[in-house]
């Protein structure tokens, strides 16, 4: 990994064709939403969700695809930002949809 004074802001043209071939099924979702939708319910997990929406501004990044996009691009802030936001939408998912089961 490079330091972090190696680093630039920048714009990569990749990461956002990625980006928007992985969330759209949510701009679809949004755009016409299910009649009973589960996901809009109440969180059980507030202050997990909040850290969770922090990380994925930071990232604008669906788990994986921005993980290993990263990763494959060496940039270690952004491998950092996407592993929490990772970690807290599986959180997010267990206690909010699995637990419910």
């Known amino acids: 990994m490079k330091p972090l004074?190696?680093?630039?802001?920048?714009?990569?043209?990749?990461?956002?064709l990625l980006f928007l071939l992985v969330m759209l099924p949510n701009f679809i979702w949004f755009a016409v939403p299910a009649p009973n939708d589960i996901l809009r319910a109440d969180s059980?997990?507030?202050?997990?969700?909040?850290i969770g929406s922090v990380f994925q501004v930071l990232t604008v990044a669906p788990c994986l695809a921005f993980l290993l996009f990263a990763i494959d691009r060496k940039n270690l802030p952004a491998v950092i930002f996407?592993?929490?936001f990772a970690v807290c939408h599986l959180v997010f998912g267990v206690v909010?949809?699995?637990s419910e089961v």
Do not use: I
């Open 82 to 84: 996407a592993a929490v």
């Open 44 to 50: 059980a997990t507030p202050v997990v969700d909040a």
């Open 5 to 16: 004074k190696q680093y630039r802001f920048g714009f990569d043209p990749w990461g956002l």
């Open 96 to 98: 909010n949809f699995v």
